[in-house]
């Protein structure tokens, strides 16, 4: 049964990939009056949650920033909570993945994950490796000027690639998203307006929504919410309005 709010989406202007800033884990745990990683394993819920109504919305990518290369700062004891959720997730979570078609992927510096954490994201990722109906890709170790870099590294190791044959289009064929389409909306939880080095080649064009909700809170409505907010807008890519309705009659 559809949810009030569902009735007012247009299924013909869904957007394809939705990128998530998972905000406020910590905030939640502190109006709460627990610790932190109370929060953290509260955010696992809302995970579970949106990927089940992306794939129910016929989402093809949502990709979520679930640790940062900064997060290892951290005190030890809270990575090392969340590399467990983590580890749990992916362990619970890989059949029912695969079952629901949903396939598996993971962007960032992934060597720098523990060995036994690392193991598990391979595994799970062979096990889903022909879904196609929604790729979930997650960030972790990621950084958006990491990312840039390792590419830049990569192309002077190619050897191959004379400065002259670098365009955008093939720049992108080196960062860890080559296999997605850019994002068409960014969602960031807990009212904060900015980045955090994340995906920042990627969201040149992409719509951002920001909410108040603190990411324990996050939910279908939540994500609905958001997208019929995107399905008000006019994207324009750069260009004026009127150069975006040529665009659009093409």
Not at 20 to 45: F, L, Y
Not at 139 to 155: F, K, N, P, Q, T
Not at 170 to 182: H, M, N, P
Not at 235 to 246: A, C, E, P, V
């Given at each position: ?7 007012y ?8 990939h ?6 406020g ?7 709460k009056?627990?610790?932190r990683i ?7 819920k ?10 129910e919305?016929e989402?093809?990518f ?7 290369a900064?997060n ?8 090392d909570a969340?590399m467990?959720l983590?580890?749990?997730y992916?362990?619970k979570e890989?059949?029912?993945l695969a079952?629901n ?5 993971a ?5 720098e994950?523990?060995?036994d954490v690392y193991?598990?994201?391979?595994e799970?990722i062979n ?7 929604l790729?979930?890709?997650l960030?972790?170790?990621?950084g958006?000027r990491?990312e840039i870099?390792?590419?830049i590294r990569?192309i ?7 400065p002259?044959e ?8 080196f ?5 997605l389409?850019e994002p068409?909306?960014l969602i960031r939880?807990s009212?904060e307006?900015?980045?955090s080095n994340?995906l ?6 992409t719509e ?24 008000k807008?006019?994207r324009?890519?750069?260009l ?5 309705g040529k665009?659009?009659?093409r």
């Amino acid at each position: 049964m559809k949810g009030k709010t569902e009735t007012y989406l247009d299924k013909s202007k869904i957007p394809q990939h939705i990128v998530i800033i998972m905000d406020g884990n910590g905030r939640w745990a502190k109006r709460k009056g627990t610790d932190r990683i109370s929060g953290h394993k509260e955010g696992m819920k809302s995970v579970k949650a949106v990927v089940k109504a992306a794939s129910e919305l016929e989402i093809k990518f949502i990709t979520l920033f679930a640790f940062s290369a900064q997060n290892w700062q951290r005190p030890k004891i809270e990575v090392d909570a969340l590399m467990e959720l983590l580890k749990e997730y992916l362990k619970k979570e890989g059949k029912k993945l695969a079952e629901n078609d949903i396939k598996l992927n993971a962007i960032g510096r992934l060597s720098e994950l523990p060995g036994d954490v690392y193991n598990v994201l391979t595994e799970t990722i062979n096990i889903t490796r022909h879904c196609k109906s929604l790729t979930l890709t997650l960030a972790l170790s990621y950084g958006g000027r990491e990312e840039i870099v390792d590419a830049i590294r990569e192309i002077i190791s190619n050897g191959n690639i004379s400065p002259h044959e670098i365009d955008e289009i093939s720049f992108s064929k080196f960062l860890y998203t080559a296999d997605l389409i850019e994002p068409d909306l960014l969602i960031r939880t807990s009212g904060e307006l900015r980045l955090s080095n994340f995906l920042l080649w990627q969201l040149a064009y992409t719509e951002i929504y920001v909410t108040k909700t603190l990411w324990p809170d996050f939910r279908k409505r939540h994500l609905i919410k958001a997208i019929i907010n995107y399905q008000k807008r006019e994207r324009r890519f750069g260009l004026t309005s009127d150069q975006t309705g040529k665009r659009d009659a093409r």
